[in-house]
Protein backbone atom coordinates (compact mmCIF):
# COMPACT_ATOMS: atom_id res chain seq x y z
CA UNK A 1 0.00 0.00 0.00
CA UNK A 2 1.63 3.58 -0.83
CA UNK A 3 2.59 5.26 2.48
CA UNK A 4 0.56 8.67 1.60
CA UNK A 5 -2.16 8.68 -1.11
CA UNK A 6 -2.42 11.53 -3.20
CA UNK A 7 -5.06 14.07 -2.77
CA UNK A 8 -6.67 16.62 -4.63
CA UNK A 9 -8.33 20.11 -2.25
CA UNK A 10 -10.25 22.64 -3.90
CA UNK A 11 -9.28 25.81 -2.11
CA UNK A 12 -11.53 28.63 -1.86
CA UNK A 13 -10.19 30.36 -4.85
CA UNK A 14 -11.68 27.07 -7.00
CA UNK A 15 -7.98 26.08 -7.49
CA UNK A 16 -6.95 22.77 -6.91
CA UNK A 17 -4.09 22.07 -4.49
CA UNK A 18 -2.18 18.56 -5.22
CA UNK A 19 -0.72 16.96 -1.77
CA UNK A 20 1.38 14.24 -2.26
CA UNK A 21 5.09 12.69 -0.51
CA UNK A 22 8.20 14.60 -1.75
CA UNK A 23 10.10 12.22 -3.86
CA UNK A 24 13.77 12.21 -4.87
CA UNK A 25 13.22 13.68 -8.08
CA UNK A 26 11.54 17.19 -6.78
CA UNK A 27 14.96 17.63 -4.96
CA UNK A 28 15.82 20.36 -7.56
CA UNK A 29 12.43 22.36 -7.09
CA UNK A 30 12.19 21.71 -3.37
CA UNK A 31 15.88 23.08 -3.03
CA UNK A 32 14.14 26.65 -5.54
CA UNK A 33 11.16 26.25 -3.12
CA UNK A 34 13.57 26.67 0.28
CA UNK A 35 15.31 29.49 -1.70
CA UNK A 36 12.25 31.72 -2.13
CA UNK A 37 10.64 31.18 1.39
CA UNK A 38 13.85 32.04 2.59
CA UNK A 39 13.56 35.79 1.08
CA UNK A 40 9.33 35.89 1.58
CA UNK A 41 9.11 35.75 5.28
CA UNK A 42 11.89 35.90 8.39
CA UNK A 43 10.57 33.07 10.19
CA UNK A 44 11.92 29.82 9.38
CA UNK A 45 15.24 28.90 11.17
CA UNK A 46 17.64 29.78 8.06
CA UNK A 47 17.65 33.23 6.32
CA UNK A 48 18.60 33.29 2.53
CA UNK A 49 21.23 31.19 1.08
CA UNK A 50 21.40 29.71 5.09
CA UNK A 51 20.02 26.10 4.49
CA UNK A 52 23.62 25.03 3.62
CA UNK A 53 21.75 21.63 1.98
CA UNK A 54 23.19 20.39 -1.48
CA UNK A 55 21.15 19.02 -4.28
CA UNK A 56 22.38 15.20 -3.53
CA UNK A 57 22.02 15.80 0.10
CA UNK A 58 18.28 16.75 -0.23
CA UNK A 59 18.29 13.88 -2.97
CA UNK A 60 19.04 11.42 0.26
CA UNK A 61 17.07 12.35 3.03
CA UNK A 62 13.95 12.59 0.55
CA UNK A 63 14.84 9.08 -0.06
CA UNK A 64 15.51 8.40 3.58
CA UNK A 65 12.48 9.67 4.78
CA UNK A 66 10.60 7.76 1.89
CA UNK A 67 11.29 4.62 3.65
CA UNK A 68 10.74 5.66 7.43
CA UNK A 69 7.10 4.47 9.16
CA UNK A 70 7.18 8.41 11.22
CA UNK A 71 8.45 10.68 9.07
CA UNK A 72 6.95 12.43 6.06
CA UNK A 73 7.92 15.28 3.21
CA UNK A 74 4.36 16.90 2.11
CA UNK A 75 4.86 18.94 -1.00
CA UNK A 76 1.73 20.83 -1.98
CA UNK A 77 1.59 22.13 -6.06
CA UNK A 78 -0.48 24.31 -8.15
CA UNK A 79 0.13 22.51 -11.65
CA UNK A 80 3.56 22.09 -11.30
CA UNK A 81 4.75 24.48 -8.71
CA UNK A 82 5.69 23.53 -5.58
CA UNK A 83 3.90 26.22 -3.76
CA UNK A 84 3.58 24.46 0.04
CA UNK A 85 5.74 21.94 2.04
CA UNK A 86 5.34 20.27 5.47
CA UNK A 87 8.32 17.91 7.01
CA UNK A 88 8.06 15.90 9.91
CA UNK A 89 9.90 13.23 11.43
CA UNK A 90 9.63 11.06 14.79
CA UNK A 91 12.44 9.85 16.96
CA UNK A 92 14.65 6.75 15.71
CA UNK A 93 14.18 4.99 19.18
CA UNK A 94 11.55 3.18 20.52
CA UNK A 95 10.72 5.24 23.46
CA UNK A 96 10.63 8.58 20.84
CA UNK A 97 9.09 7.04 17.88
CA UNK A 98 5.93 8.13 18.63
CA UNK A 99 6.61 11.55 18.76
CA UNK A 100 8.40 14.52 16.83
CA UNK A 101 8.16 17.97 15.04
CA UNK A 102 7.16 19.42 11.86
CA UNK A 103 7.99 22.68 10.11
CA UNK A 104 5.89 23.96 6.89
CA UNK A 105 5.99 26.74 4.88
CA UNK A 106 3.92 28.04 1.88
CA UNK A 107 4.75 30.71 -1.06
CA UNK A 108 3.75 34.45 0.14
CA UNK A 109 2.01 34.73 -2.93
CA UNK A 110 -0.58 32.14 -1.86
CA UNK A 111 -1.14 32.75 1.82
CA UNK A 112 -4.66 32.96 2.71
CA UNK A 113 -5.84 31.12 0.39
CA UNK A 114 -6.64 28.06 2.89
CA UNK A 115 -2.94 25.85 1.36
CA UNK A 116 -1.19 25.71 5.16
CA UNK A 117 -4.55 24.08 6.71
CA UNK A 118 -5.37 21.73 3.84
CA UNK A 119 -1.32 20.49 4.54
CA UNK A 120 -2.03 20.63 7.81
CA UNK A 121 -5.19 18.68 7.59
CA UNK A 122 -3.65 16.27 5.25
CA UNK A 123 -0.40 15.76 7.67
CA UNK A 124 -2.60 15.06 10.71
CA UNK A 125 -4.92 12.77 9.00
CA UNK A 126 -1.48 10.92 7.52
CA UNK A 127 -0.88 10.61 10.85
CA UNK A 128 -3.39 8.97 12.77
CA UNK A 129 -3.58 6.36 10.26
CA UNK A 130 -0.18 5.37 10.83
CA UNK A 131 -0.64 4.16 14.47
CA UNK A 132 2.87 4.75 15.52
CA UNK A 133 2.64 8.83 15.87
CA UNK A 134 0.65 9.75 18.77
CA UNK A 135 2.44 13.21 19.24
CA UNK A 136 3.10 15.95 17.48
CA UNK A 137 5.08 19.32 18.22
CA UNK A 138 6.00 22.29 16.46
CA UNK A 139 7.90 25.90 17.03
CA UNK A 140 6.87 28.48 16.63
CA UNK A 141 8.12 32.36 16.68
CA UNK A 142 6.14 34.40 19.02
CA UNK A 143 5.64 37.01 16.62
CA UNK A 144 4.13 34.98 14.12
CA UNK A 145 0.11 35.38 14.74
CA UNK A 146 -0.95 33.92 11.14
CA UNK A 147 1.05 30.41 12.21
CA UNK A 148 -0.33 30.20 15.83
CA UNK A 149 -3.75 30.51 14.32
CA UNK A 150 -3.44 28.03 11.98
CA UNK A 151 -2.15 25.43 14.81
CA UNK A 152 -4.50 26.54 17.21
CA UNK A 153 -7.49 26.17 14.53
CA UNK A 154 -6.15 22.39 14.09
CA UNK A 155 -5.91 21.22 17.52
CA UNK A 156 -2.31 22.26 18.50
CA UNK A 157 -1.89 23.98 22.27
CA UNK A 158 0.89 25.88 23.39
CA UNK A 159 3.29 24.20 26.15
CA UNK A 160 6.03 25.88 26.72
CA UNK A 161 7.76 28.72 25.69
CA UNK A 162 11.79 28.96 24.85
CA UNK A 163 13.81 32.36 24.65
CA UNK A 164 16.17 33.18 22.82
CA UNK A 165 15.84 30.65 20.49
CA UNK A 166 16.01 32.41 17.25
CA UNK A 167 18.63 35.25 16.69
CA UNK A 168 18.03 37.38 13.28
CA UNK A 169 20.00 40.23 12.75
CA UNK A 170 21.19 40.63 16.02
CA UNK A 171 17.94 40.63 18.00
CA UNK A 172 16.52 37.51 19.64
CA UNK A 173 13.43 35.68 18.96
CA UNK A 174 11.20 33.37 21.94
CA UNK A 175 9.86 30.39 20.30
CA UNK A 176 6.22 28.80 21.63
CA UNK A 177 6.64 24.86 21.96
CA UNK A 178 3.00 23.79 20.17
CA UNK A 179 1.29 20.18 20.53
CA UNK A 180 -1.05 18.13 19.58
CA UNK A 181 -2.02 14.36 20.56
CA UNK A 182 -2.68 11.73 18.19
CA UNK A 183 -5.59 9.41 19.11
C1 LIG B 1 2.08 30.12 8.45
C2 LIG B 1 1.72 29.70 7.03
C3 LIG B 1 2.19 28.27 6.80
C4 LIG B 1 0.19 29.75 6.88
O1 LIG B 1 -0.17 29.32 5.59
P1 LIG B 1 -1.48 29.83 4.84
O2 LIG B 1 -1.61 29.03 3.59
O3 LIG B 1 -1.48 31.30 4.72
O4 LIG B 1 -2.59 29.37 5.90
P2 LIG B 1 -4.17 29.37 5.74
O5 LIG B 1 -4.60 30.28 4.64
O6 LIG B 1 -4.65 27.95 5.65
O7 LIG B 1 -4.64 29.87 7.18
C5 LIG B 1 -4.12 31.04 7.76
C6 LIG B 1 -5.04 31.44 8.90
O8 LIG B 1 -4.42 32.46 9.67
C7 LIG B 1 -5.36 33.51 9.86
N1 LIG B 1 -4.56 34.74 10.02
C8 LIG B 1 -3.89 35.40 9.10
N2 LIG B 1 -3.26 36.48 9.63
C9 LIG B 1 -3.53 36.45 10.94
C10 LIG B 1 -3.19 37.27 12.05
N3 LIG B 1 -2.39 38.33 11.89
N4 LIG B 1 -3.66 36.93 13.27
C11 LIG B 1 -4.45 35.85 13.44
N5 LIG B 1 -4.82 35.03 12.42
C12 LIG B 1 -4.36 35.33 11.20
C13 LIG B 1 -6.19 33.50 8.63
O9 LIG B 1 -7.42 34.14 8.83
C14 LIG B 1 -6.35 32.00 8.39
O10 LIG B 1 -7.34 31.43 9.21
P3 LIG B 1 -8.80 31.02 8.59
O11 LIG B 1 -8.54 30.03 7.51
O12 LIG B 1 -9.51 30.42 9.75
O13 LIG B 1 -9.39 32.27 8.07
C15 LIG B 1 2.32 30.66 5.98
O14 LIG B 1 1.92 31.96 6.29
C16 LIG B 1 3.85 30.64 5.92
O15 LIG B 1 4.43 29.80 5.24
N6 LIG B 1 4.52 31.58 6.61
C17 LIG B 1 5.98 31.73 6.53
C18 LIG B 1 6.72 30.56 7.11
C19 LIG B 1 6.21 30.21 8.48
O16 LIG B 1 5.95 31.07 9.28
N7 LIG B 1 6.11 28.91 8.74
C20 LIG B 1 5.71 28.43 10.03
C21 LIG B 1 6.90 28.37 10.90
S1 LIG B 1 6.49 27.69 12.49
Known amino acids: MAK????????????????????????AALLDFVDQVSRESDYLTFGPGEFGITLEREQEFLETVRHKPN????IGLLGHEV??????AGGGRPRIAHVGEFGMSVR?????????????????DWARQTGVIRKV???VRVDN????????????R??????REMQVNGKFY?????GKAID
Open 71 to 74: AIFL
Open 158 to 163: VEGRIS
Open 83 to 88: VASLSF
Open 4 to 27: FVPITVRLKSGEELVIREAAPEDA
Open 145 to 156: PRAIALYEKCGF
Open 108 to 124: KAYWEMGIGTAMLKAFL
Open 174 to 178: DTLLM
Open 137 to 139: NLR
